[in-house]
């Protein structure tokens, strides 16, 4: 053990400088074989850590089975925290409610492809085939507008009832959920 730790160096060089065939092809060998296996172990660490493997296979498999668009979950669960502000008895808590659900619709309809800056703009590029209430949202988009410009705007439960009872016929009708 001693005589190898004594000539490393010379061996060293002269390994490098005219290697045996045979210490070198191992050499490589062992060298792309530590290496494959550290770059499939990077591709796997890869795949679980983004969300490609979700939407590739899971997306497909919980629309199969619960027989609804992908993301319907998340959207009703946001609904019920909207429509749960108006249980506190607070202007403010309305409010926000029907920022929110103007905001969801907003986020909704940009989803499905329909472009433009705003809900505004979106909505102008809509027809009553596609939504049966436009115009009822529009007015509750101006709700929201008189709610977001003037802070002295009023709104009652019976107000935001409506408005959110509006927005939620909209998102049946594009079946979001």
């Not at 439960?157 to 009872?165: D, F, G, I, N, S």
Request: negative net charge; hydrophobic residues 45%.
């Amino acid at each position: 053990m001693e005589k190898i730790f004594e000539n490393l160096p010379e061996n060293l060089i002269t390994f490098l400088l005219s290697p045996s065939p045979n210490e070198w092809l191992s050499t490589v060998r062992i060298i792309f074989i530590v290496l494959s296996a550290l770059l499939v172990g990077v591709i796997i660490f890869t795949l679980f850590r983004c969300s490609w493997l979700k939407l590739i296979f899971l997306q497909d498999a919980a629309e199969i089975l619960t027989y609804k668009p992908f993301g319907v979950r998340k959207i009703e669960k946001d609904w019920r925290k909207i429509t749960s502000r108006l249980d506190t008895g607070m202007e403010s808590e309305y409010k926000l409610a029907i920022i929110e659900a103007d905001d969801m619709m907003s986020e909704t309809l940009k989803r499905m492809g329909y472009g433009g800056e705003s809900l505004g703009e979106r909505l102008e590029k809509l027809t009553k085939a596609t939504l049966s209430n436009i115009e009822e949202i529009k007015e509750a988009h101006q709700v929201r507008n008189n709610i977001v410009h003037d802070p002295n705007y009023r709104l009652s439960l019976e107000e935001a009832r409506k408005a959110l009872a509006i927005f939620e016929k909209a998102f049946r009708d594009l079946e979001a959920f």
